[in-house]
């Protein structure tokens, strides 16, 4: 286990070195950032680990990387910092990590699955929420609710119709006898079909404005002409 941990660690030297050449961190900062981690990873890698254990790291990492970010903040005048996506990013790659070690000793935990997906939309990671999502499903087809919760994701987000529609047709096949599966994908199509009337009353609309304009560019042009 303590090689494990320690090639984890000096994987992450680049980064803190970057984060001290920065101003963001101190070098005392760093070493009390490298004993936690190594406290963290630890108690993660036992026997006896628990989903508490993955969740107390990723909090730590959480305040971490709000404080690197307030840091970050009052640097940016210093293009250096900016240029470098490890100096943002660095700290959300390890919680996605966490996260991601966390969902494979727990699998069947939902509202881990939940937290993560909240994780990603609130940093802006849609393509590791909508991956995350694919897995839940997978694992958990009968929880019929995080079918609704993935179309919603998918129509909010990518603006995919097709994919949100797809994935409530998948629900049905899988979860038949579920009312609120059907009620769900009815409202999706409902939805569709009043963007399209709105979008042909636009059309409309735009088309007998540009009607009404020739019209009078031609009752114009006639009076020129008197």
């Given at each position: 286990m303590a090689d494990h941990v320690q090639a984890i660690l000096e994987r992450m030297t680049v980064e803190l070195s970057l984060l001290v050449k920065c101003g963001i961190f101190t070098k005392q900062e760093v070493q009390s950032i490298v004993r936690k981690r190594r406290h963290f990873e630890y108690k993660v890698r036992r026997m006896t680990r628990t989903k508490e254990d993955f969740l107390a790291y990723i909090e730590y990492e959480m305040k971490l990387q709000k404080l690197r970010m307030a840091r970050l903040k009052r640097l940016r005048t210093n293009s250096d910092v900016m240029v470098n996506p490890m100096v943002k990013a660095g700290g959300l790659h390890h919680i996605?990590?966490?996260?991601?070690?966390?969902?494979?000793?727990?699998?069947?935990?939902?509202?881990?699955?939940?937290?993560?997906?909240?994780?990603?939309?609130?940093?802006?990671?849609?393509?590791?929420?909508?991956?995350?999502?694919?897995?839940?499903?997978?694992?958990?087809?009968?929880?019929?609710?995080?079918?609704?919760?993935?179309?919603?994701?998918?129509?909010?987000?990518?603006?995919?119709?097709?994919?949100?529609?797809?994935?409530?047709?998948?629900?049905?096949?899988?979860?038949?006898?579920?009312?609120?599966?059907?009620?769900?994908?009815?409202r999706l199509e409902l939805d569709a079909l009043l963007d399209i009337t709105r979008w042909k009353q636009r059309q409309d609309m735009r088309r007998k404005q540009r009607e009404e304009e020739e019209e009078k560019e031609k009752g114009s042009g006639d009076d020129d002409e008197e």
């Open positions: 996605h990590n966490i996260f991601r070690r966390a969902l494979s000793r727990f699998p069947s935990d939902m509202l881990l699955w939940g937290s993560y997906v909240d994780f990603c939309a609130h940093n802006n990671a849609e393509r590791s929420a909508s991956q995350a999502m694919s897995r839940a499903l997978q694992l958990h087809p009968e929880q019929t609710a995080l079918w609704v919760f993935a179309a919603r994701w998918e129509l909010r987000t990518s603006k995919s119709l097709r994919t949100a529609r797809g994935l409530l047709q998948r629900a049905v096949r899988t979860n038949p006898t579920e009312l609120g599966v059907y009620v769900e994908y009815a």
